[in-house]
């Protein structure tokens, strides 16, 4: 079989240049499966580990279909949920990578820090939160998150959130987030 490359999956000349600037060659397995279907704006069901490229699989295209313009305050387009605070100061600086020359920003929302620099990043505008599910569902509640405006959610190591005893939080947030969404869930 051919190799296909990141341009082939169809993403755009600014991503790719991107990953080449990172000195990413070519795309992982996660990546060829996972990049069309989430461009076309399909739903996703991914399996991969940690350390198979995951988080660019579902980053890239999602990051490309982010829609153009500031953001309103505490509106994200786009939500990715993880079990740890590790994963999720780990994920947003994936995201501010890769997402640097589209100018998207990113904001990492974790339980353990405190929450006035987390309302204060999400105060001034951001397109991705990158959330553990208690710190995400206590934003909410306290209405300094609003998902109303979400075009997609990822679960990310979903496996591993319901493991840890997430399944309420979990099912709360998506409630909170438009019927129309895209959801893409990954589990190792
Ligand atoms: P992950 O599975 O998302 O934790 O990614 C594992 C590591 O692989 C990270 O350090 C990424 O920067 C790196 N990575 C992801 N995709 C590629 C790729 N296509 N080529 C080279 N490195 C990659």
Do not use: C, W
């Amino acid at each position: 079989m051919a190799t296909s490359t990141f341009a082939d999956l169809g993403l755009s000349a600014s991503l790719v240049s991107a990953l080449t600037a990172l000195g990413y060659e070519e795309p992982t397995p996660i990546q060829r499966e996972a990049i069309p279907p989430l461009l076309a704006g399909r739903d996703l069901l991914g399996q991969a580990a940690t350390g198979t490229g995951k988080t660019a699989a579902f980053a890239l295209p999602l990051l490309q279909k982010l829609p153009s313009g500031k953001p309103a305050p505490g509106r994200p387009s786009l939500l990715v949920l993880v079990p740890t605070r590790e994963l999720a100061m780990q994920v947003a600086e994936a995201f501010h990578r890769y997402g640097r020359a589209l100018g998207a920003i990113t904001v990492p929302i974790y339980g353990g820090q405190e929450f006035n620099r987390q309302i204060h990043a999400l105060r001034r505008g951001v397109h991705v939160v990158v959330a553990t599910p208690g710190r995400a569902l206590d934003h909410i509640g306290r209405k300094t998150l609003d998902l109303s405006a979400l075009s997609a959610v990822v679960l990310d190591e979903a496996d591993e959130m319901l493991d840890m005893g997430f399944a309420d939080e979990l099912e709360q947030i998506l409630e909170a987030t438009p019927e129309a969404r895209q959801t893409a869930l990954f589990s190792a």
